[in-house]
């Protein structure tokens, strides 16, 4: 039982043999520094139950407290809160279970546990990665990865947009402008290569329409009767009927753009359990409409179109189904909702990882789905993030102004270089070693800027600004474990039990043993919240009681070999919880730096 359900337990029972009053919860919270205690029992919400003054109140709970409970060894009472003071023995009995254990904090998950299945990047196949889809990926993998420590079964998935009108414009125009060019006779990664088309096309279709405008068109009819445009959706009709060649070509030009991507995909050091093609997906769904005809849920209007009326339920009409019988995106995203569920059984939830701008579809969906009477749409989440801006301003794909992920994951390398040698932190490594590390800081960097902010909120993201080693950034968090690793490469390992009878806590070894406590319940808050930012900012605070702890505590040169077994077991413990913390973020630590 840990301590707060004890004190829970007693807290419950003081009030009864006090009062002869039965409440049904105690609310509890950390001990404000200013004040002496560890935790503290809120006395205001029990007025509705006592009456009486709420510093009296706290006296006799705490009274009581002092004389049943061992671990409380006084007490305090400043206004309504009852503040509690936990013996040293407490706490240390508490860190000789977690001191040896290197995956503290994380859960296995049981047989009788549903899956969730994780939806993240889902790039178009007509462009490479941008900074976008970072934020995406980094969320979508990092919010996997608490799941699993969590103790839930986790598939990671994608749904790779590999068809449409986008994929192609980017198809035409290298048929047209080409010459045949390659990844490899370019030198270019194929996404990129394939990309550059895209440009292309958007560029070509822009001189066609200045070029119809000037012959008499409006802006409108110029757009829709651009003959390249033409082209494109002429070509779209021909891959939808399976025109050898056109398949061949979208076959070909989708292979580079995987290719391509698997590349990003292992720089940026995220990675998929299963893989879903539009293509596969993008007539999925159309049986559930007649379903949902029958049972009600839909209803066809006298076009033959078909639509969900979900105006009760607060929100508008929603077509499914087109007059001529073709599907639209919901039609498409309700399919493969339920061919997920038929590919895994064992799925019980799934996160879609989806900019804000589709919050209202995610509502539609997940409304539909429950009104076709799936009992697992009730465990759908919409993982919704905010844009990522740049101090350049806003990305335009078509365009080609978009920050592109290799290069930012490049430049993030470049800059962790230059800042590193500058202070001048990197004698006797080698020009491989460096290189490796500039990585690890740079990218730790962008991660942990991107994943410490709430993910519904838009970022300014500044890679200089990320690249400090001072403050709430990765880079910091990276030194402080390097440090850490320094320390115990001097020490002793000494993995003793430690006696608490021996030993008496110093406030900051004490603060340290108390934060580390915290951290089995910030996964779990983090998993139900969908939210890294609560591991991101957890590590920071852990890291920043460590800098205390070191900067009031000798370590090596304790007073004591009890005090320096300590010392060492609890760096080791700290060093164990801020790698475990960061892996759920998808970020490694250097061992020296």
């Not at 936990?86 to 706490?91: E, G, L, M, R, W």
Request: net charge negative.
């Amino acid at each position: 039982m840990s301590l707060q359900e004890t004190l829970t337990n007693q807290v419950k029972q003081a009030v009864l043999a006090s009062y002869n009053i039965t409440i049904d919860a105690v609310e509890f919270q950390a001990t404000r520094k200013e004040f002496a205690g560890d935790i503290t029992v809120v006395i205001f919400p029990m007025l509705r139950y006592i009456k009486g003054n709420p510093m009296q109140i706290g006296e006799t709970i705490g009274q009581y407290l002092q004389e049943h409970v061992e671990e409380v060894k006084a007490f305090n009472v400043i206004k309504g809160f009852l503040n509690l003071e936990i013996s040293d023995s407490y706490y240390i009995s508490f860190f000789n279970t977690i001191k040896d254990d290197r995956q503290y904090g994380f859960k296995l998950p049981t047989a009788d546990d549903k899956a969730i299945m994780v939806e993240y990047s889902s790039p178009n196949t007509n462009k490479p990665l941008h900074l976008g889809h970072v934020r995406n990926n980094l969320l979508g993998y990092s919010v996997a990865e608490i799941l699993k420590a969590s103790g839930k079964k986790v598939y990671k998935t994608q749904i790779i947009n590999d068809r449409g009108i986008h994929i192609c414009k980017s198809m035409l125009a290298w048929k047209k402008f080409g010459n045949q060019e390659t990844p490899e006779s370019s030198g270019l990664k194929g996404d990129k290569l394939v990309g550059n088309y895209y440009v292309m096309f958007d560029q070509e279709y822009k001189k066609e329409i200045h070029e119809l405008s000037t012959k008499g068109f409006t802006e409108e009819d110029a757009k829709k009767q651009a003959p390249i445009l033409l082209e494109a959706q002429n070509m779209l009709i021909k891959w939808e009927a399976g025109d050898e060649d056109t398949v061949a070509l979208w076959s070909k030009m989708n292979a580079w753009v995987y290719d391509g991507f698997d590349i990003t995909y292992k720089n940026l050091g995220v990675n998929f359990d299963v893989l879903y093609y539009e293509s596969n997906t993008y007539l999925l769904g159309k049986e559930f409409v007649e379903e949902g005809l029958k049972s009600g849920v839909f209803e066809k209007e006298a076009d033959g179109s078909v639509w969900c009326d979900l105006t009760e339920d607060g929100l508008d009409k929603k077509i499914v189904q087109r007059a001529d019988g073709t599907a639209v995106y919901m039609t498409q995203d309700i399919g493969t909702a339920i061919q997920r569920i038929k590919d895994f059984p064992d799925v019980g939830g799934m996160v879609y990882t989806v900019g804000n701008e589709q919050d209202y579809h995610f509502k539609v969906l997940f409304l539909i789905l429950k009104k076709l009477g799936f009992e697992w749409a009730k465990n759908l989440y919409h993982l919704s993030y905010g844009m990522v801006d740049l101090p350049s301003g806003k990305m335009k794909s078509r365009e080609g102004t978009v920050v592109d992920a290799d290069d930012l994951i490049d430049e993030m390398a470049s800059t962790a270089g230059e800042i590193s040698e500058e202070l001048g932190k990197l004698d006797g490594y080698s020009q491989d070693e460096k290189e490796a590390l500039y990585k690890t800081i740079g990218l730790g960097a962008l991660k942990y800027y991107v994943l410490k902010v709430d993910p519904r909120k838009r970022i300014l993201f500044d890679p200089k600004e990320s690249i400090d080693f001072q403050g709430n950034t990765g880079p910091f968090i990276q030194y402080t474990y390097a440090r850490i690793q320094s320390i115990l490469r001097k020490a002793e390992t000494n993995n003793q039990t430690l006696d608490p009878s021996e030993i008496a806590l110093h406030d900051k070894e004490k603060e340290l043993i108390k934060q580390l406590q915290l951290f089995p319940e910030v996964i779990q808050n983090a998993a139900s919240q969908h939210s890294p930012a609560l591991i991101a900012n957890y590590t920071y605070d852990l890291v920043k009681e460590f800098n205390s702890f070191y900067q009031n505590v000798s370590i090596l040169g304790a007073d004591s070999d009890v005090e320096k077994t300590l010392r060492v077991q609890l760096s080791t413990s700290v060093s164990s919880t801020i790698k475990n913390a960061f892996s759920l973020l998808g970020i490694h630590v250097p061992e020296r730096m």
